[in-house]
């Protein structure tokens, strides 16, 4: 994957379209990840450019790796046990809000997005910028490694 284009054929291949529409199903992905961050003493508020993205995108799964069956689901999910800490650490870092739109099945590893529409990997290696939109930001993924989200720290 080395264009737009190609991450466009990738997203089409596992039930992506131009013009996709799933904002019914996003309430209640928000709610349900805004509840368990809650629960976790770390809340987050949905964001317009989470929301927009998961009205595109959400419940997609694209495969990263047939073999070892790892995929990148666009549901949000919590992650590893001490995500929402450190979500909250890296949007406080960040000096922006981070809510999470995905998960990098691989290890469990959030996918964020912050409110100037932004991608972030956290990872149990730390924190990483993925790209400034969706087709940055699967680019990033397939040429790993990312760049680190200290770099944009404010």
Avoid: C
């Amino acid at each position: 994957m080395n264009t737009p284009e190609d991450v466009d054929a990738w997203f089409r291949a596992h039930g992506w379209f131009p013009g996709r529409d799933v904002s019914d199903a996003v309430p209640a992905m928000v709610d349900e990840i805004a509840g368990r961050y809650r629960e976790a003493g770390f809340p987050v508020a949905p964001l317009g450019t989470a929301t927009a993205f998961l009205a595109e995108h959400g419940g997609l799964r694209l495969t990263l790796d047939a073999a070892r069956q790892d995929h990148l689901y666009f549901t949000p999910y919590l992650g590893y046990g001490s995500a929402p800490a450190d979500v909250a650490a890296l949007a406080r870092d960040l000096g922006v809000r981070l809510f999470p739109v995905g998960l990098d099945g691989s290890e469990g590893s959030p996918v964020l997005l912050d409110e100037r529409g932004r991608f972030f990997h956290l990872h149990h290696t730390g924190a990483y910028y993925m790209g400034a939109d969706k087709h940055e930001a699967m680019l990033a993924l397939a040429h790993a490694p990312m760049r680190d989200a200290e770099d944009f720290f404010a």
